[in-house]
């Protein structure tokens, strides 16, 4: 460890100057926009892993969204300016950025839940990057949150927490957020959750960075992710990213701390005690020798929390992955990913990976043509979730999990998974998924639609579903990503028995800066 903390000093202590650099964007619109950027460029560069780093006004000329036929009308005004065309603060300075917006989702339904309440979501919130000098990068943000879900969504958020004293109440987490509690009243069920995040980043030389926080990562070119996915909530991290042989050869390693939604202690004179802590550690290996083709080895596990504050290893701590001899391994995840474009407009990608536990296997295919027409994507995947991939369960646990989050009897830590949620695929059990995703954009008005078919693996009797999701926009803002929207969800879960049917139509003003997943 002394060792390798002496090559990143002297590596920051003799690396050169750079252009800002900031981190890329993981959200529904400018993460298209950046792959669509980079396809056409004939340089060598790694997306696998994001975020990753690139020019700060790479990104801002990106998110303009000007292409040769049209362009955004600049207004004078400040009003006009703030509304239509900048981020809500905009500073930038030869050795100084930082922009700020204001984070939103204001959805609403006239449709009603199984208790007759109207069902919306209301969020408030800010969003913020910066850089400071040609070395330090940094953001953090923070989304306050009500709703009242959808039935097929609330089903699956209230799965092991309580409004009363018949389930535990300690347990429940909204899908990409963090835990919830009640709104109002306690059986209001009305949800109550947040999503907080920060970081602070320094560029070592080139693309090589170091960066601590808490946030989400994804590793992948495809929608899902079977090896480590945003879906989960933000955990805290250190992470250290190499790149050499002008980033055709890079690595990235993940020092994790998780949690399982369990208090290690009973709550005393009405303080929380801390919930079971897990570490996790996630390393890949990325080769990239043209610009069309990549690949790459991944290694992710999680490790039992000694005393809950430091891994049963110090195997942990080590910047490589692969081989171990130490104890404290619940999870191996060890597999590949990779892609090859063989033309600008059409990428083939996949992935494949076998928990070594268990030897379950989880597998993708999957291809994204985009471009052609000019603001048209169209993504169809493939995913295979094999039985015991993200568990490690022993004895009678060790079979088929049928239930979701956790199977009923099992141990939470033996699952892959932070604050009771997937770190991958979001659906933990066993499944075959087949999805189509397609939108079209031209200027301000965009149009998309997604198609999944979910399959439970093995099961004697139709248990699967379908969910459908449509969604008419404009975009008011190009940089905070403001936009009014029309959607419809419509989800048909069977289980052999009956159908359970689940329409919402809704309308929404939101600034879309973050992923937000509800096609389970």
Not at 99 to 111: I, M, R, T
Not at 274 to 286: E, I, P, T, V
Not at 350 to 367: F, S
């Amino acid at each position: 460890m002394r060792k390798l903390l002496a090559i990143l000093f002297f590596t920051l202590l003799y690396s050169g100057a750079y252009a800002q650099l900031g981190l890329s964007p993981l959200n529904p619109e400018h993460t298209g926009m950046v792959r669509d950027h980079l396809a056409g460029e004939k340089a060598v560069r790694q997306t696998a892993f994001w975020p990753f780093l690139m020019e700060q006004s790479t990104l801002e000329s990106i998110y303009d969204a000007d292409t040769e036929k049209w362009s955004r009308k600049e207004h004078s005004s400040w009003v006009m300016r703030k509304l239509r065309n900048e981020h809500l603060l905009e500073v930038s300075e030869d050795d100084f950025t930082l922009f700020l917006d204001a984070g939103w989702n204001l959805e609403a339904s006239y449709q009603t839940d199984d208790e007759g309440r109207r069902m919306y979501t209301n969020t408030r919130g800010l969003q913020l990057t910066g850089t400071v000098g040609s070395r330090v990068f940094f953001g953090s943000s923070f989304y306050e949150n009500q709703s009242i879900f959808p039935n097929y969504l609330d089903s699956i958020v209230s799965k092991r927490g309580g409004f009363d004293n018949s389930a535990d109440p300690e347990r429940g987490s909204v899908p990409g957020f963090g835990r919830w509690k009640p709104f109002n009243t306690s059986d209001s069920y009305d949800y109550d959750y947040t999503l907080g995040t920060g970081y602070v980043g320094v560029v070592l030389k080139g693309r090589s960075f170091v960066q601590l926080g808490q946030d989400k990562q994804f590793l992948g070119y495809g929608y899902r992710s079977m090896l480590l996915s945003d879906a989960s909530a933000p955990y805290p991290f250190l992470r250290l990213h190499l790149s050499f042989l002008e980033d055709k050869l890079t690595y990235t390693t993940t020092w994790a701390v998780l949690q399982s939604l369990e208090r290690i202690a009973p709550n005393y004179n009405n303080k929380e005690a801390l919930f079971r802590r897990m570490g996790g550690r996630f390393s890949y290996l990325h080769f990239q020798p043209k610009h069309w083709l990549g690949l790459g080895v991944f290694d992710g596990t999680t490790w039992t929390w000694r005393a809950n504050n430091h891994p049963s290893s110090i195997e942990y701590y080590l910047p490589y992955g692969g081989v171990y001899t130490g104890n404290g391994i619940r999870n191996h995840m060890i597999g590949f990913n990779g892609h090859v474009r063989p033309m600008q407009w059409l990428n083939v990608y996949g992935q494949w990976a076998v928990n070594t536990k268990t030897r379950g296997q989880v597998a993708q295919l999957g291809t994204r043509f985009s471009g052609l027409p000019e603001g048209f994507e169209l993504i169809l995947e493939y995913n295979h979730t094999g039985i015991g991939a993200y568990f490690t369960g022993e004895g009678d646990a060790a079979g088929t999990i049928i239930a979701e989050p956790f199977q009923s009897g099992t141990n939470a830590l033996d699952y892959y998974q932070h604050n009771d949620q997937s770190l991958a695929h979001p659906v933990l059990i066993s499944n075959d998924e087949m999805l189509v995703r397609v939108a079209y954009r031209f200027r301000d008005v965009f149009v998309r639609g997604s198609y999944h078919y979910v399959a439970k693996i093995p099961s004697m009797i139709d248990h699967s579903q379908d969910y459908f999701n449509f969604e008419l926009g404009y975009q008011i803002n190009p940089k905070s990503n403001a936009q009014i929207v029309l959607g419809n969800i419509n989800r048909t879960e069977r289980d052999g028995v009956r159908s359970m049917i689940d329409t919402y139509t809704y309308v929404a003003f939101r600034t879309n800066l973050i992923n937000r997943y509800r096609d389970y």
